[in-house]
């Protein structure tokens, strides 16, 4: 009888090729989420929603290459928390993973955070005119 041979590996080896394997997954992963998302139609909830804007705060290039954001910030457009939040969450990357879009749609969604942000001005409080309370 022919006797099996082994390789010898350390632990450390074994995590290391298993780290690897985990990571080509992950990336497959977003690799077909981002093309999916590339696929996704505008809503025509959007499309009018877009038409509403002002001409120089369209995110026109962000519409036709993410047109899922663009259906995201329309459906939250309305609810200024929400869409603050949404908005911020595109122009900072919070979770440090992301490759961030390309230049143009970067400039759109930060000049719509602008205004935006003008449309609806923090409110102050009462404690704002207080002296002494700077």
Same mark, same amino acid.
């Given at each position: ?15 290391? &090729? /298993? ?5 080509? #997954? %992950?990336?497959? @992963? =977003? ?20 038409? &509403? /804007? ?5 995110? #026109? %290039?962000?519409? @036709? =290459? ?69």
């Amino acid at each position: 009888m022919k006797s099996i041979e082994f390789e010898k590996v350390s632990v450390a080896d074994v995590r290391k &090729e /298993l780290d690897e394997s985990r990571k080509k #997954v %992950e990336e497959g @992963r =977003r690799a077909g989420q981002r093309s999916s998302q590339a696929s996704a139609v505008m809503s025509d909830e959007a499309s009018r929603w877009l038409a &509403e /804007l002002p001409v120089e705060v369209r995110p #026109v %290039e962000c519409a @036709r =290459r993410f047109p899922r954001i663009v259906n995201s910030i329309a459906d939250r457009w309305r609810r200024v928390a929400q869409c603050e939040e949404y908005l911020d969450s595109l122009v900072v990357d919070l979770r440090g993973d992301r490759t961030g879009f390309p230049q143009v749609v970067a400039r759109e969604l930060q000049t719509l955070r602008g205004y935006y942000a003008d449309l609806h001005p923090k409110r102050g409080s009462a404690w704002d005119f207080v002296e002494g309370n700077d």
